[in-house]
Protein backbone atom coordinates (compact mmCIF):
# COMPACT_ATOMS: atom_id res chain seq x y z
CA UNK A 1 0.00 0.00 0.00
CA UNK A 2 1.31 3.58 -0.77
CA UNK A 3 1.64 6.08 1.85
CA UNK A 4 -0.80 9.14 1.68
CA UNK A 5 -0.32 12.25 0.63
CA UNK A 6 2.16 14.11 2.92
CA UNK A 7 1.68 16.82 5.71
CA UNK A 8 3.68 20.46 4.94
CA UNK A 9 5.30 23.23 7.13
CA UNK A 10 4.83 26.30 5.55
CA UNK A 11 7.60 28.80 7.10
CA UNK A 12 6.40 32.63 6.47
CA UNK A 13 9.09 35.04 7.46
CA UNK A 14 7.64 38.46 7.15
CA UNK A 15 8.45 42.47 7.97
CA UNK A 16 6.47 45.67 7.46
CA UNK A 17 3.70 43.86 5.48
CA UNK A 18 -0.12 43.31 6.69
CA UNK A 19 -2.45 43.27 3.69
CA UNK A 20 0.33 40.78 1.28
CA UNK A 21 0.19 38.27 4.62
CA UNK A 22 -3.56 38.64 4.54
CA UNK A 23 -3.35 37.66 0.77
CA UNK A 24 -0.95 34.59 0.92
CA UNK A 25 -3.29 33.44 4.30
CA UNK A 26 -6.31 33.62 1.91
CA UNK A 27 -4.94 31.80 -0.42
CA UNK A 28 -3.61 28.76 1.50
CA UNK A 29 -7.14 28.87 3.52
CA UNK A 30 -8.60 28.08 0.01
CA UNK A 31 -6.22 25.09 -0.71
CA UNK A 32 -7.94 21.10 -1.78
CA UNK A 33 -5.35 19.85 0.49
CA UNK A 34 -5.63 20.70 4.25
CA UNK A 35 -2.69 19.03 6.04
CA UNK A 36 -0.83 22.02 6.67
CA UNK A 37 0.22 24.43 9.26
CA UNK A 38 1.50 27.96 8.87
CA UNK A 39 4.87 28.53 10.85
CA UNK A 40 5.48 32.55 10.81
CA UNK A 41 7.54 34.13 11.88
CA UNK A 42 7.37 37.59 12.62
CA UNK A 43 9.77 40.40 12.02
CA UNK A 44 7.83 43.19 13.33
CA UNK A 45 8.29 45.45 16.35
CA UNK A 46 4.77 45.64 17.28
CA UNK A 47 1.88 43.64 17.33
CA UNK A 48 0.49 44.84 13.84
CA UNK A 49 0.15 41.53 12.73
CA UNK A 50 -2.08 40.25 15.30
CA UNK A 51 -5.47 40.80 13.56
CA UNK A 52 -4.01 38.54 10.57
CA UNK A 53 -3.10 35.98 12.49
CA UNK A 54 -6.33 35.86 14.57
CA UNK A 55 -8.28 33.26 12.20
CA UNK A 56 -9.80 29.78 12.84
CA UNK A 57 -9.57 28.63 9.07
CA UNK A 58 -5.90 27.82 9.77
CA UNK A 59 -3.56 26.48 11.89
CA UNK A 60 -1.01 29.12 12.43
CA UNK A 61 2.00 29.15 14.84
CA UNK A 62 3.99 32.74 15.20
CA UNK A 63 7.07 32.97 16.40
CA UNK A 64 9.03 36.26 16.56
CA UNK A 65 12.73 37.06 15.67
CA UNK A 66 15.14 39.89 15.05
CA UNK A 67 15.24 40.84 11.28
CA UNK A 68 17.12 38.84 8.47
CA UNK A 69 15.45 36.54 6.09
CA UNK A 70 17.86 33.56 6.82
CA UNK A 71 17.79 34.11 10.66
CA UNK A 72 13.65 34.14 10.48
CA UNK A 73 13.84 30.78 8.57
CA UNK A 74 16.38 29.12 10.75
CA UNK A 75 13.97 30.31 13.77
CA UNK A 76 11.29 27.70 12.50
CA UNK A 77 13.74 24.98 11.53
CA UNK A 78 13.56 23.84 15.32
CA UNK A 79 9.83 23.39 15.53
CA UNK A 80 8.99 21.52 11.82
CA UNK A 81 6.87 18.48 12.17
CA UNK A 82 5.49 17.53 8.74
CA UNK A 83 6.93 15.66 6.16
CA UNK A 84 7.21 18.47 3.40
CA UNK A 85 8.83 22.00 4.34
CA UNK A 86 7.84 25.31 1.97
CA UNK A 87 9.22 28.73 2.43
CA UNK A 88 6.74 30.78 0.95
CA UNK A 89 7.07 35.05 0.53
CA UNK A 90 4.90 36.99 2.31
CA UNK A 91 3.91 38.71 -0.68
CA UNK A 92 3.13 35.74 -2.95
CA UNK A 93 -0.29 33.54 -3.48
CA UNK A 94 -0.50 30.24 -3.74
CA UNK A 95 -3.05 28.63 -6.35
CA UNK A 96 -5.66 26.74 -4.50
CA UNK A 97 -4.20 23.22 -5.78
CA UNK A 98 -0.67 23.93 -5.15
CA UNK A 99 -0.30 22.05 -2.05
CA UNK A 100 -2.48 19.02 -3.69
CA UNK A 101 -0.42 18.63 -6.89
CA UNK A 102 2.55 19.10 -4.98
CA UNK A 103 1.74 16.13 -2.56
CA UNK A 104 0.14 13.57 -5.10
CA UNK A 105 3.33 14.42 -6.92
CA UNK A 106 5.82 13.31 -4.00
CA UNK A 107 3.13 10.58 -3.06
CA UNK A 108 3.77 8.72 -6.31
CA UNK A 109 7.38 9.22 -6.33
CA UNK A 110 9.40 8.25 -2.90
CA UNK A 111 12.41 8.72 -4.35
CA UNK A 112 11.72 12.63 -5.20
CA UNK A 113 12.85 14.51 -2.60
CA UNK A 114 11.94 17.54 -3.76
CA UNK A 115 9.82 19.93 -5.81
CA UNK A 116 11.08 23.64 -7.59
CA UNK A 117 8.25 25.53 -9.10
CA UNK A 118 8.52 28.75 -10.86
CA UNK A 119 7.09 32.25 -10.15
CA UNK A 120 4.61 34.11 -12.49
CA UNK A 121 2.11 37.90 -12.06
CA UNK A 122 -1.39 37.71 -12.05
CA UNK A 123 -1.30 37.94 -15.93
CA UNK A 124 0.79 35.09 -15.95
CA UNK A 125 4.38 36.56 -16.84
CA UNK A 126 7.12 35.08 -15.53
CA UNK A 127 10.67 36.54 -16.07
CA UNK A 128 12.61 35.15 -19.50
CA UNK A 129 15.13 33.34 -17.54
CA UNK A 130 12.23 30.73 -16.39
CA UNK A 131 12.67 27.52 -18.73
CA UNK A 132 9.32 25.92 -20.17
CA UNK A 133 10.33 22.02 -19.89
CA UNK A 134 10.91 20.52 -16.07
CA UNK A 135 14.30 19.21 -15.43
CA UNK A 136 15.96 17.45 -12.48
CA UNK A 137 17.86 20.37 -10.62
CA UNK A 138 21.95 20.23 -10.74
CA UNK A 139 24.72 22.57 -9.21
CA UNK A 140 24.80 23.60 -12.91
CA UNK A 141 21.69 24.38 -13.78
CA UNK A 142 20.31 25.37 -10.43
CA UNK A 143 20.73 29.33 -10.88
CA UNK A 144 17.77 29.58 -13.59
CA UNK A 145 15.60 26.97 -11.47
CA UNK A 146 15.11 28.29 -7.90
CA UNK A 147 13.01 31.41 -5.79
CA UNK A 148 12.25 30.72 -2.68
CA UNK A 149 8.14 31.11 -2.57
CA UNK A 150 8.32 27.77 -4.89
CA UNK A 151 10.83 25.40 -3.09
CA UNK A 152 9.49 22.40 -1.50
CA UNK A 153 11.75 19.87 -0.08
CA UNK A 154 10.94 16.45 2.28
CA UNK A 155 12.16 17.22 5.73
CA UNK A 156 14.63 14.52 5.62
CA UNK A 157 16.63 16.78 3.00
CA UNK A 158 16.09 19.86 5.79
CA UNK A 159 17.32 18.09 8.41
CA UNK A 160 20.28 16.83 6.32
CA UNK A 161 21.02 20.52 4.96
CA UNK A 162 20.64 22.25 8.06
CA UNK A 163 20.37 26.13 9.14
CA UNK A 164 20.41 28.39 6.48
CA UNK A 165 23.25 31.13 5.66
CA UNK A 166 22.64 33.67 7.59
CA UNK A 167 25.27 35.59 6.00
CA UNK A 168 23.08 35.48 2.84
CA UNK A 169 19.28 36.96 2.45
CA UNK A 170 17.51 40.23 3.14
CA UNK A 171 18.51 41.47 6.41
CA UNK A 172 21.94 39.87 6.26
CA UNK A 173 23.73 43.38 6.67
CA UNK A 174 25.57 41.97 3.45
CA UNK A 175 26.38 42.90 -0.16
CA UNK A 176 25.10 39.49 -1.32
CA UNK A 177 21.49 39.97 -0.02
CA UNK A 178 20.01 37.39 -1.88
CA UNK A 179 20.53 33.77 -3.03
CA UNK A 180 19.75 32.00 0.42
CA UNK A 181 17.53 30.08 -1.28
CA UNK A 182 19.80 28.45 -4.24
CA UNK A 183 22.39 28.10 -1.42
CA UNK A 184 20.44 26.31 0.17
CA UNK A 185 19.30 24.15 -2.59
CA UNK A 186 22.87 23.51 -3.87
CA UNK A 187 24.05 22.29 -0.49
CA UNK A 188 20.40 20.02 -0.87
CA UNK A 189 22.06 18.72 -4.05
CA UNK A 190 25.37 18.29 -2.55
CA UNK A 191 23.97 16.07 -0.11
CA UNK A 192 22.57 13.66 -2.83
CA UNK A 193 18.81 14.91 -2.75
CA UNK A 194 16.97 14.73 -6.55
CA UNK A 195 14.58 17.93 -7.07
CA UNK A 196 12.73 18.69 -10.01
CA UNK A 197 11.66 21.55 -11.76
CA UNK A 198 8.15 21.70 -12.55
CA UNK A 199 7.38 24.92 -14.61
CA UNK A 200 3.72 24.01 -14.46
CA UNK A 201 3.40 24.34 -10.50
CA UNK A 202 3.09 28.09 -10.69
CA UNK A 203 3.37 30.71 -7.58
CA UNK A 204 1.93 33.93 -7.91
CA UNK A 205 4.41 36.59 -7.53
CA UNK A 206 4.81 40.06 -8.53
CA UNK A 207 7.88 40.01 -11.06
CA UNK A 208 11.01 42.04 -9.81
CA UNK A 209 12.00 45.91 -10.47
CA UNK A 210 12.22 47.13 -13.98
CA UNK A 211 12.40 50.77 -12.96
CA UNK A 212 16.27 51.83 -14.08
CA UNK A 213 17.12 52.12 -9.79
CA UNK A 214 15.63 49.29 -9.08
CA UNK A 215 17.06 47.28 -11.93
CA UNK A 216 20.59 48.51 -10.91
CA UNK A 217 20.31 47.65 -7.31
CA UNK A 218 18.87 44.64 -8.26
CA UNK A 219 21.83 43.97 -10.64
CA UNK A 220 24.71 44.68 -8.02
CA UNK A 221 22.29 42.59 -5.06
CA UNK A 222 21.80 39.44 -7.17
CA UNK A 223 25.38 39.58 -9.21
CA UNK A 224 26.71 39.97 -5.28
CA UNK A 225 25.09 36.55 -3.89
CA UNK A 226 26.07 34.49 -7.41
CA UNK A 227 29.69 35.23 -7.29
CA UNK A 228 29.57 34.39 -3.23
CA UNK A 229 28.11 31.49 -4.42
CA UNK A 230 30.39 30.35 -6.60
CA UNK A 231 33.30 30.63 -4.48
CA UNK A 232 31.51 28.92 -1.45
CA UNK A 233 30.57 25.73 -3.14
CA UNK A 234 33.92 25.80 -5.04
CA UNK A 235 32.39 25.70 -8.50
CA UNK A 236 35.53 25.98 -11.42
CA UNK A 237 37.15 28.50 -12.76
CA UNK A 238 35.71 28.14 -16.06
CA UNK A 239 32.19 28.59 -14.19
CA UNK A 240 32.89 31.41 -12.79
CA UNK A 241 34.06 33.16 -16.32
CA UNK A 242 30.52 32.10 -17.87
CA UNK A 243 29.19 33.67 -15.43
CA UNK A 244 31.44 36.95 -15.47
CA UNK A 245 31.37 36.98 -18.90
CA UNK A 246 27.61 36.73 -19.60
CA UNK A 247 26.33 39.82 -18.12
CA UNK A 248 28.47 41.27 -20.18
CA UNK A 249 27.51 40.08 -23.07
CA UNK A 250 23.83 41.43 -22.00
CA UNK A 251 25.12 45.06 -21.60
CA UNK A 252 26.82 44.88 -25.07
CA UNK A 253 23.57 43.83 -26.27
CA UNK A 254 21.18 46.41 -24.61
CA UNK A 255 23.85 49.46 -25.74
CA UNK A 256 23.62 47.84 -29.22
CA UNK A 257 19.75 48.68 -29.36
CA UNK A 258 19.80 51.71 -27.30
CA UNK A 259 18.63 50.12 -23.67
CA UNK A 260 20.72 51.72 -21.42
CA UNK A 261 18.78 50.95 -18.58
CA UNK A 262 19.29 47.11 -19.16
CA UNK A 263 22.94 47.92 -20.30
CA UNK A 264 23.32 49.17 -16.72
CA UNK A 265 21.35 46.21 -15.10
CA UNK A 266 23.95 43.97 -16.61
CA UNK A 267 27.22 46.04 -15.67
CA UNK A 268 25.78 46.01 -12.12
CA UNK A 269 25.49 42.27 -12.28
CA UNK A 270 28.98 41.43 -13.69
CA UNK A 271 30.72 43.87 -11.16
CA UNK A 272 28.29 42.46 -7.59
CA UNK A 273 29.61 38.72 -9.76
CA UNK A 274 33.20 39.67 -9.11
CA UNK A 275 32.07 41.29 -5.70
CA UNK A 276 30.87 38.29 -4.30
CA UNK A 277 33.43 36.12 -5.64
CA UNK A 278 35.59 38.11 -4.21
CA UNK A 279 33.89 39.04 -0.59
CA UNK A 280 33.36 35.25 -0.29
CA UNK A 281 36.91 34.47 -0.29
CA UNK A 282 38.32 36.81 2.28
CA UNK A 283 34.81 36.35 4.52
CA UNK A 284 35.59 32.49 4.64
CA UNK A 285 39.36 33.58 5.60
CA UNK A 286 38.56 35.21 8.55
CA UNK A 287 36.49 32.58 10.16
Known amino acids: MSPGPPSFDLVVATVGRVAELERLLDSLAAQAHRSFRVIVVDQNPDDRLA ?3 SRDDLDIVRLTEAPGLSRARNRALDLLAAEVVAFPDD ?10 RVAERLARDPELDGLAARNADLDGRSDPGWPSSGTRLTKAN ?56 DPSLVIEHALAAHDPKGLRVRGRREGSSV ?45 GRIQGYVGARRSNSSE
Open 91 to 100: DCIYPPTQLE
Open 51 to 53: PAL
Open 227 to 271: GYLLRKHRYPLTTLARMAVRPLGGAGVALATGDVANARFHAETFV
Open 142 to 197: VWNLVASAGIFLRRSVVSRVGRFDERLGLGSGKPWSSGEETDYVIRALEAGARIEY
